[in-house]
T-cell receptor, first 110, second 114 residues
Framework: GQSLEQPSEVTAVEGAIVQINCTYQ??????LSWYQQHDGGAPTFLSY????GLEETGRFSSFLSRSDSYGYLLLQELQMKDSASYFC???????????FGKGTRLHILP | EAGVTQSPTHLIKTRGQQATLRCSPI?????VYWYQQALGLGLQFLLW???????NRGNFPPRFSGRQFPNYSSELNVNALELEDSALYLC?????????????FGPGTRLTVT
């Protein structure tokens, strides 16, 4: 079967660093994407990893280990505006569909 | 460049009725995806259209259907509405059949079934 697992909630302090993990199980795998969704808003694309390693985009970084079927999103210098839900997503090329995790709600404390 | 647009913003229907939701992708994008986001359940893949053809569908009953028009806009139809169909319906587009890299989402249609 296909599944993506990520924590339902994570809490961190403003200015700190937080890591949101995602493990996946799919028939086929192209790459791992991350999306951010604020309350009442639409998901917006953050990053994509097709190869093992770390991709950095400003305060956000994303990591992938294909051998471990695992990835994470790293958010640095947390700001209050980072309070949102974060979704990981994969495309299963054998099932030919895109699968999203259930999302991680990030709470940031002042 | 205009983003993905969806209409209507809100839709209220009664059980047993039909709902039609519309989506216009970003200019140049040929793939359109539909997702259902019910409270606390994340994004559930509904349908994927590319170049006018249904590419794949998620684990939803046949009363969820749709189509893609020659201008790549898309329509989602939900027949025989049930209370549990109440959710936010999101449309996304991407250039080509990939969608592997990134999808651009519209603001969604909030469907309420009473």
């Amino acid at each position: 079967g296909q599944s993506l697992e990520q924590p339902s909630e994570v809490t961190a302090v403003e200015g700190a660093i937080v890591q949101i993990n995602c493990t996946y199980q799919t028939s086929g795998f192209y790459g791992l994407s991350w999306y951010q969704q604020h309350d009442g808003g639409a998901p917006t694309f953050l990053s994509y990893n097709a190869l093992d390693g770390l991709e950095e985009t400003g305060r956000f970084s994303s990591f992938l280990s294909r051998s471990d079927s695992y990835g994470y999103l790293l958010l640095q210098e947390l700001q209050m505006k980072d309070s949102a839900s974060y979704f990981c997503a994969v495309r299963d090329y054998q099932e030919d569909k895109i699968i999203f995790g259930k999302g991680t709600r990030l709470h940031i404390l002042p | 460049e205009a983003g993905v647009t969806q209409s209507p913003t809100h839709l209220i229907k009664t059980r047993g009725q039909q709902a039609t939701l519309r989506c216009s992708p970003i200019s140049g994008h040929t793939s359109v995806y539909w997702y259902q986001q019910a409270l606390g359940l994340g994004l559930q893949f509904l349908l994927w259209y590319d170049e006018g053809e249904e590419r794949n569908r998620g684990n939803f009953p046949p009363r969820f259907s749709g189509r893609q028009f020659p201008n790549y806009s898309s329509e989602l139809n939900v027949n025989a509405l049930e209370l549990e169909d109440s959710a936010l319906y999101l449309c996304a587009s991407s250039p080509g059949t990939g969608g592997v890299y990134e999808q651009y989402f519209g603001p969604g249609t909030r469907l309420t079934v009473t």
